[in-house]
């Protein structure tokens, strides 16, 4: 098998910058969430944030950095422009030791994706995503032999916003099935599960094997009130499925058993971006090396303690060194 | 007047990552130094480095930023290309609190400049900088009225290697000394001294009333063998030459003193870029705010140490709320 885990998502640059509440407030932004906006709204909001710091991201691309990291073979398929941040995506995540041969879009074309990400004091990350050239992978991106020789299919239920990356996304899911890898999918977004509900439940129904999700995701995909109404709603529809409760660690779901696994600790809690995506990342590693459930969401924990104690979504520390 | 201090100086995004000190010795580079570098070899450096943060740099526009973070008027002139990272670089000092009026060149010509910066396990960071539209920076771009307007016009000695802004450099000098105006200067890094040093002696001593230097830049300048025969040689030549040196603190030196400030306790030493132009900044704004020679030493003491606190030279804190 040439690789452990080939990521499918959308590949962003983040801009970071502090934001008092009363600043989400005010652009009428839900704190803790992701909103898709349009380059006209990018433009303002950027011109009315703080200065900011830019750190390649993207939820899957975030996980696939933190698998390299871990010591873990990565790949990962998604689109930049061919402009300057496209550069520093590029950059970043082949330094970081993912494999990334997806073709760039045309400078003249969207420019790279943009995440205007606000931090409030309480830690806690509001998303504001203009996709730019995001809306241009599709199908033809999608490599199948890679896909065939990787372990795990990862895909992000963002890529559910841009049309022609939902195809992508089946189709990836489909070779890796026919392939008998495992395909693995993070809800991403509770909103974004709202909006497209039922294709999210046929594509976890058919074709998903791993599923990530936070509280408020696996409510909203199993519409019900209550974490434990969820965990039984969704055990047996996938091999395992992975539910994330920040501070209160996480519960790993399989056909048998629902096993809680503890948060690991943390010393400084700075920005929460990347958290679920870390988490993800550790997972994946302990379940592609076969490390079993428990070790694999203690992992999990770690990557995540590592990423939230420090701005951006890449990890800093060799996070190999820290398991 | 309209502001406390104007800065001058070379409009740089910086591109930071960790290094084994390996590293360094690999690609010949002189630690701690600044190196000027061409587009190729700043793509072959960017290609073989680690996962990068973008932050906007410049060492006058970090002052500039840290200067307004205090609280005090600054306004900042440098050129940066109508690209994406010129646009990072401007929404960034403005977000900072800082007046930027520079008209950026054409995307058509260099690029905004890039600094690559190399961060080792012992905090030092060694600089690699890709000019770009700095090199298009020149007197035209010098604003008469901003300049007469301001209380102290800081300039920064990289602004020695493109020479188009060498003579915007001196215009502006001319004409602050024109309007009874105070004039800063840093010598920025002691190769940069090497490789101006008699234009730098005549400009010490022809325009500067304020003198910023590091223990290396003022052997440099001066060149002496020892810190105290350094002290003792600029003293007179200047109306105030602020000596810093590091974890040592720093070193006042009117005509009639040298008064020795110690160094601010740093908590956690990450990152050592910034910690120059910050020390600037605080002890600019000392000055400005005619807080006294002892109390502006003591606020950039107290600047620098945030900077080096963290990865990046711009302040994640409010500078203003730590004196």
Request: glycine residues 8%; proline residues 3%; contains cysteine.
């Amino acid at each position: 098998m040439s690789c452990d885990v080939i990521g499918i998502g959308n590949a962003i640059v983040d801009v970071l910058a502090q934001a008092e509440d009363s600043f989400l407030d005010e652009h009428g932004l839900t704190k803790g969430a992701m909103a898709l906006i349009n380059p006209v709204q990018a433009d303002t909001l950027y011109q009315q944030m703080g200065a900011g710091v830019e750190v390649s991201g993207g939820s899957v691309a975030n996980s696939c950095a933190g698998l390299a990291s871990l010591g873990a073979k990565a790949a990962y398929i998604g689109k930049v422009s061919a402009d300057q941040l496209g550069e520093v995506f590029a950059h970043d995540i082949r330094a970081a030791g993912v494999d990334f041969q997806t073709t760039p879009g045309p400078a003249s074309g969207p420019a790279t994706a943009r995440c205007l990400i606000l931090v409030t004091p309480d830690a806690q990350r509001t998303l504001n995503t203009y996709l730019g050239a995001c809306v241009e992978l599709g199908p033809d991106d999608i490599d199948s032999k890679a896909i065939t020789d990787a372990q795990v299919t990862y895909l992000e239920g963002y890529l559910w916003d841009p049309p022609l990356a939902k195809e992508a996304m089946l189709k990836a899911a489909n070779i890796a099935a026919k392939a008998g890898r495992k395909v693995a999918l993070s809800l991403s977004d509770a909103f974004c599960v709202d909006r497209h509900r039922a294709e999210f439940v046929s594509l976890v129904d058919d074709h998903v094997d791993i599923l990530f999700a936070n509280e408020t995701e696996i409510l909203s995909l199993c519409e019900v009130e209550s974490f434990d109404e969820a965990a039984k709603a969704i055990q047996g529809r996938v091999d395992v499925a992975v539910l994330t409760r920040s501070e209160k660690g996480s519960v790993v779901v399989t056909k048998d058993v629902a096993m809680a696994v503890p948060a690991a600790p943390v010393s400084k809690l700075v920005d929460t971006t990347g958290a679920g995506d870390l988490f993800a990342a550790g997972f994946l590693y302990g379940y592609t090396q076969s490390l079993g459930m428990k070790r694999s969401a203690e992992i999990g924990a770690i990557a995540a303690a590592e990423i939230i104690s420090h701005f951006g979504a890449r990890p800093e520390a060799k996070l190999s060194s820290l398991i």
